[in-house]
């Protein structure tokens, strides 16, 4: 399976401050993708990062607050803008398997506001 | 799109019972359909995947069933151990690529 490692692991950030996690694959993949789990809630997608173009957000979720970079085919950033309570969650980006349909999860990244 | 209800939220068995989860989506078009296992403080792991040209899969005690006429799915667990405790999550695939919309999650407890 494929190893996708990210940073950080945890942080405690300061309201209104922003934060880039990220997310590096072992192997090429054509997409990844950046979902958010709220505390005590499930997996909610944020966005799909796209190499060589603007990434592509779901309802709800919008570049100024969720900057994306895509810079190569192992490599993804998420950023989390002027950060509020809210913003307190677990956000784990995951890529498909370059042999099939198969998706995995990096570790994820704690990110707790105060 | 993609809408994927997933019961119950809570389930708590004694262990060595067996424990089923139920999940059904919305989009005829969906063809893949994986499970995952998240303990407390850690990232979801996939613990058993179906597509939509099967009806059933088993990996040892983990068994998933799919219905696509009905449109749902469900996990099963047999001999539970009390390591089984966990939040599970089913997610759903539909015609877009690799992205996932997932149930609300059911919280397993195992009792020794």
């Known amino acids: 399976s494929a190893v996708i490692s990210q940073k950080p692991s945890r942080d405690i950030c300061q309201r209104g401050t922003s934060l880039t996690i990220q997310c590096q694959v072992d192997?090429?993949?054509?997409?990844m993708f950046w979902y958010r789990q709220q505390p005590g809630q499930s997996l909610t997608l944020i966005a799909t990062?796209?190499?060589?173009?603007?990434?592509?957000?779901e309802s709800g979720f919008v570049i100024d607050k969720f900057p994306i970079s895509r810079p190569n085919l192992t490599f993804s950033t998420l950023t989390v803008s002027n950060m509020s309570p809210e913003d307190s969650s677990i956000y784990l980006c995951s890529v498909v398997e370059p042999s099939g349909n198969t998706i995995y999860f990096g570790e994820g990244s704690w990110l707790t506001v105060v | 799109g993609e809408n994927v209800e997933q019961h119950p939220s809570t389930l708590s068995v004694q262990e060595g019972d067996s424990a089923v989860i139920k999940c059904t989506y919305s989009?005829?078009?969906?063809?893949?359909f994986p499970w995952y296992k998240q303990e407390l403080g850690k990232r979801p792991q996939l613990i058993i995947d179906?597509?939509?040209?099967?009806g059933e899969k088993k990996d040892q005690r983990i068994a998933v069933t799919l219905n696509k006429t009905a449109k749902h799915f469900s996990l099963h667990i047999t001999e539970t151990q009390p390591e089984d405790s966990a939040v599970y999550f089913c997610a759903a695939k539909g015609t877009s690529y690799g992205k996932l919309t997932f149930g609300q999650g059911t919280i397993l407890t195992v009792h020794p």
């Open positions: 989009d005829s078009a969906s063809n893949y």
């Open positions: 990062a796209n190499q060589g173009s603007e990434a592509t957000y």
């Open positions: 192997s090429q993949v054509t997409m």
């Open positions: 179906i597509r939509s040209n099967v």
